[in-house]
Structure formats: C-alpha cells, structure tokens
C-alpha cells in the first residue's frame, strides 16, 4: 500500500482512497485529549466523540496535516522528521499562528488557604495548591488565559493562639507568618498569579456585604443559643477547639465542627465527653449568646440540583456533598459569627449590625470569600481597575465563558460544595460558581497521618532545606492521594526519585549530551537520514503525548505523571535499540542523525515535563540555549526544532541520586516530633 494513505475502522467518515489502518493506539489517545476538551466545555455536550476522532485523523482536518501532533497520518517518514532548511523558523511561525488562532479558555484556578497557623507539611501542599499549581502551568503553556488565586486563611482561634504562643500581637503574627508561607510557596515553584490575606481590606469589605446581601434575602436568622465556655481558659470555645468523641463514628478526637474521620457536620454540644482542646480541661458549662446563622437549608432543593448538574466531578466531590446534603435531617443552617477578638467585624454591608457588637464572621464564612477578594487584591496589586477582577467573578461582567476549577483536600469539600455556593446564590448577585471540584484524599506518613499540631512529617521549610524542590514536586504529584490515601515512605522516595528521575530523564539527557559532545561537539550534528525506527517512535510518542495532555486536562494527576515518564522510558529505550555509539564506528552519519533526534527529544522532554519538573525543565531548556520553546502544537517539527548546528551545553547533572546513607538519616531526623 502507498506510503501515507490510512482507512477508518468502523463506519467510514472518510474519503474513499483512505487505506492505512489508523493505530489503535493513536485512536484512544484522541479519544482521551478530545474527552479532555469535553470537560472545559471547547466541544458541545452533543458532540459525538468517536467519530469526530476519526474525521480528525482522515486527513480532512487540520488535526491530520500539521497543526497538531498527530503523526503517521497522511505523510511519509521523511515528511514526518523533515529535512528542509528552516525547520526552526516554521516552527516558531507555525506555533505563533496556532496560539492566535485557538480559541483561548479562560481558567480561574484556586487552591485551599493554606491556615496561617504555622507551616505546612507535605500532605497539605500535595492536597491543594501543588496539584493546583500542575493544572495551571499545563493551561498557561497550552496557551489558555489563566488566574491562579491563593491566600493565606488567617482568622479564628487557632491564630490568636499561635500569635499568644510566639509572643506576638496577632496581627504582627500573620503578617509574619504570611511573609514565610509566601517565599516557602516561590520554593516550591507554586505560580500563584497572587498570593492574597483573609484578612485583607477587601476580604472585609465583601465578606460585609456579601453577609449584608444575605440578611436582604431573608437567609440570616439572628439565634440565641447556648455555647460551650471554658472556665479554666476564661473564653468561649469555638467548635474545633472542642474535642470529644464524635456520636456518630466514636473517633475519640473528632471536633466540635466536624469529626476528621467521617465527615460529619457536629455541633459542639454533640460530642461525647467534651474537653478544651486549649487546656484539656473538661470544666466547661453552656452559656447563653447570641449569633447569626446562614439558612442554608432553604436553599437545599436549589443547591442539590446545581451540584446534580455538574458533570464529572469526582466521585470523592460529589458522594461528600450528597452525605452532608442528606445524612440524618439533612443539610442544617450554619451559624456564620464567633466571639472572638481576631477577625472580620460583624456588620450588614456598610452599617453597624444592632446585636452584634464585638462579635466577627467565621472563619469558614470569610474565607471561601478571599478567593473572590484575592482577585481583588491582584488587580490592585498590578493597578488594574475594578473591571479586571470582575471578568473573571461576574457573571453579567464578563465570567461567563471563565472555567472556574478548585483544588482541596477532602475535610473541605462540605464548605465549598455547600455552604460558599449557598453564600453565593442566597445573596442574588451574578457570582460566578465553581465548574469543578478537584479534591484528595490524605497523604499519610510512614505509618501514621501528617500534622501540622503534633508536628508529625516532613515539612515544607524542611524538605527545601534537604533537597530542591523538583524531587519533591515530582514524587507528591506521581503519588498523589486521588482515589484513596497514599503513604509517604523514605523508601518509596528514594527508589522513585532514583528511577525516574536520575535514571531514566536525568540519564537520557547526560548521555545524549555528552556523548554528542565527545564524539560532534557541543551543537547539534548534521548528516544521516531517519528511517523506521525513528517512523515507530514518532508514532509511539505521538499516541502517549495525547494520552498524556488528556489528563492534563482532565486532572488526573497519578495517570499523567505515569505516562510523562513513560514518554521519557519511550526515548531511553530508542536511544538503547539504536544504539548512536555503536553506529559511529560504521556508519557516523547515521549516528548524528539518532543524536540529532535524541537531542529534540530532550528538549521535548523539557517542554512537557515543566508542569511537574519546571527548574529541572528550565535547567535542559537553558542547556540547549531554548528557553523560549512552546508546548508542542506539531510533534513532527518539535522532533526537529534544533537544527543542524544549533550551539548546547552539557548541563549538571539534573537529580543526584538519594543515597542509602542519606535516606537512613533523613528517616532518624523526621522520626519524631518537629522541633
């Protein structure tokens, strides 16, 4: 059969001279990316999937000719490596022209506040803003306009109590500890467009009259209740510093806000033998006080039937949400002021709340809030006008076409899929509600949980002080806790990192390079042709890179750091079968064509590692004097984008490998508590 001609299996959509099998392979990876482009809403709901893949690749589109990566279709092999001059040039044309021409998603992406009570362990940075920050970079380089928003969440107790503890007035306290949580979050790469404060101005502001708008709507009732007091701590408590065991599940350290073990919703009066979780003391009495509560449960029927048409959540999401919704009499009205010194005044939009005085919001009422308030923050951090932030959160200004995406940890789902949207909705203003819900499960430690108050794990000062951030971004994301619990072990560290990263990226870019080195010098050789083998791993890589772009867009964080590193083993293993070392006695040519491939494939790498791996990326893309490079929009001339002649470097080594020695020592130092 003709070289480049192809059939569709199945009902043909194609024209009449298509002959070649498409690979099935390729056919599923198209399914993956376009169910992928279903789910942030660029195909319509009624589009019929399969066959529009098979149209894609018939050669009738511009999928099959170019503009993307799809390759063995409708070209020969020379066609598909090329060998023209100017390669690169068409390239950066070509890709310029694609980015203008796609129409471009507008993704708002926020994380979980991170508390600001001290700093956060492993398991909290795995369980919201790394992965948040994974599916941000991904849009950004696929050429969508993103804002990615996070804060720290700084109001309540356990504020106060920390600012006590450390001899700092409050305020001074947050200040501080926000200043740490921010240059910790650059460590690890996070790409927060903005990285706000709870206790903001603006948080204030809207918190007041998002609450103002509520009590015009009839959905906040003035309550007289009575309330836990510690005598020995000479304050009320607030709910999570009641501990006792939770009625429903008999876990023995559940809060008086919510048991951490089952989920359920609790008052603080339902615990089993209560006791201050400040003192230990169980000498508490019930005293009378007066708080304003949110009647959420006169927007059940309208918040069960908005989280029903929400497509795709995960099962996680949604099955959390469900149980709060309908577990025992269903979803309970949510008391939404504290007293407390430290936090948002209670007031009704601009005006004096008559009742109120002394009194503020709730931490879990105002902090939802910063995420709208945080792009407040951004705007006028970059002096832009009111306008700029609005786009993205009104709706009747702009945030309908905005794909809204939040990332959390498990514990926080009941708040974001209930009581935040019924905040939004009961306050009858255009504010935009997310689209998805990404949440986690917990990571755990060598055994036992994280935790930031028993200073149990690794933590995010200490991780940096140990080894760069990409050796730990790259194990948390591979492992990350999606449809159940996973478990860090020093052991599981080590082999990971050494694997993946050492031996196979980090091998594959040493050897390539140096190699081309000693045996070309330091640019890229000339010379050769490409032939079968080279055809087969163009087709290989081109059915995994949209394997792999598919979960990147449909967030399944574990499934795309496992085929990015099957992409990488797909070089290791060419560059073995092909063997350029051996070539060179007999055939030098030949073994500067492999090398010139092999040298593109390390800049590919480079390219769609910089989600997961971005110093590592950056480090090979400086290397190969490429910083620029785009996420590939035609795999083919990506295989090619350095000509012959284009100057490199070797680089350092990009991950050492983790010693046993090492590893032992690590495991005795983190063993027990922080210090």
């Not at 959540?313 to 149980?323: D, E, R």
């Amino acid at each position: 059969m003709e070289d480049g001609a192809m059939f569709v299996r199945g009902n043909s959509v194609g024209p009449a001279f298509i002959k070649t099998p498409i690979p099935a392979a390729l056919e599923n990876g198209m399914l993956g990316a376009i169910a992928g482009m279903h789910s942030l809403g660029r195909i319509g709901a009624g589009t019929q999937v399969a066959p529009l893949v098979r149209f894609l690749l018939s050669g009738q589109s511009s999928f099959a000719t170019g503009s993307c990566h799809l390759v063995g279709v409708g070209c020969t092999a020379r066609e598909r490596l090329g060998s023209g001059p100017s390669r690169r040039a068409r390239l950066d044309r070509r890709a310029a022209l694609q980015r203008r021409a796609r129409a471009m998603a507008r993704v708002l992406i926020t994380s979980a506040l991170p508390y600001i009570n001290g700093i956060k362990h492993l398991g909290n940075l795995v369980g919201s803003q790394l992965p948040a920050d994974l599916y941000a970079r991904f849009m950004r380089q696929r050429g969508h306009e993103v804002l990615f928003l996070c804060a720290t969440d700084e109001h309540g107790t356990p504020a106060e109590l920390a600012a006590a503890k450390a001899g700092q007035d409050v305020a001074e306290y947050c200040a501080a500890m926000h200043a740490v949580q921010a240059e910790l979050a650059r460590g690890f790469g996070l790409s927060f467009d903005h990285f706000g404060r709870s206790s903001s101005p603006q948080n204030h502001r809207l918190t007041q009259h998002l609450a103002g708008r509520l009590a015009e709507n009839g959905y906040i009732e003035e309550v007289s209740e009575r309330q836990v007091y510690s005598r020995a701590d000479g304050r009320f408590l607030p709910d999570r510093y009641i501990e006792g065991t939770c009625p429903n599940c008999g876990y023995e350290r559940a809060r008086g806000d919510q048991c951490e073990n089952c989920t359920k919703q609790l008052e603080p009066t339902d615990l089993i033998e209560p006791r201050s979780a400040i003192s230990g003391s169980t000498d508490l009495e019930v005293r009378e006080t007066k708080h304003l509560y949110l009647r959420q449960s006169r927007l059940r029927g309208e918040l069960e039937a908005w989280i029903d048409s929400r497509e795709g959540w995960p099962v996680l999401t949604t099955s959390i949400a469900k149980k709060w919704l309908t577990d025992g009499e269903g979803l309970q009205d949510r008391g939404i002021t504290r007293d407390l010194d430290w936090g948002i005044p209670v007031r009704r939009g601009t005006e004096p709340w008559p009742g109120m005085e002394g009194k503020v919001f709730y931490v879990w009422f105002d902090a939802p809030i910063e995420y709208i308030a945080c792009a407040a923050e951004w705007a006028e951090a970059n002096g832009l006008s009111d306008e700029a932030w609005e786009r993205w959160w009104r709706t009747d200004k702009g945030a309908d076409d905005v794909h809204y995406v939040q990332f959390m940890g498990k514990d926080n789902v009941p708040f974001h899929t209930l009581s935040f949207p019924a905040t939004l909705i009961g306050s009858g203003e255009p504010w935009k509600r997310v689209d998805y819900i990404k949440s986690f499960n917990y990571l755990n430690y060598d055994g036992g949980q994280f935790s930031t108050s028993q200073g149990r794990g690794v933590f995010m000062d200490q991780a940096l002080e140990i080894l760069p951030s990409d050796y730990w971004r790259w194990w948390l994301l591979s492992h990350a806790p999606e449809s159940s619990d996973s478990e860090f072990t020093w052991e599981n560290f080590q082999a990971s990192v050494n694997k993946d990263l050492a031996d196979v990226l980090g091998n594959f870019v040493s050897r390539v390079t140096k190699f081309c080195r000693s045996k070309f010098g330091e640019a890229v050789p000339e010379g050769g042709g490409f032939g079968p083998s080279e055809a087969a791993l163009a087709e290989a890589l081109g059915a995994r890179l949209a394997t792999y772009e598919a979960h990147m867009e449909a967030m399944e964080v574990r499934k795309a750091a496992a085929e990015l590193r099957a992409i990488w083993v797909t070089g290791n293993e060419y560059l073995q079968s092909a063997a350029p070392w051996a070539e060179f006695k007999e055939d030098p040519a030949r073994a500067a064509a492999i090398i010139r491939l092999a040298l593109n494939l390390a800049r590919l790498y480079a390219v769609i590692s910089r989600p997961f791996i971005p110093d590592a990326s950056a480090a090979m893309l400086s290397a190969l004097r490429d910083s620029e490079a785009a996420w590939p929009e035609s795999l083919p001339e990506a295989l090619e984008a350095l000509g012959p002649g284009h100057a490199f470097e070797v680089p350092e080594v990009l991950f050492a490998k983790i010693t046993d020695e090492a590893r032992e020592g690590w495991e005795a130092r983190f063993s027990g508590r922080r210090g």
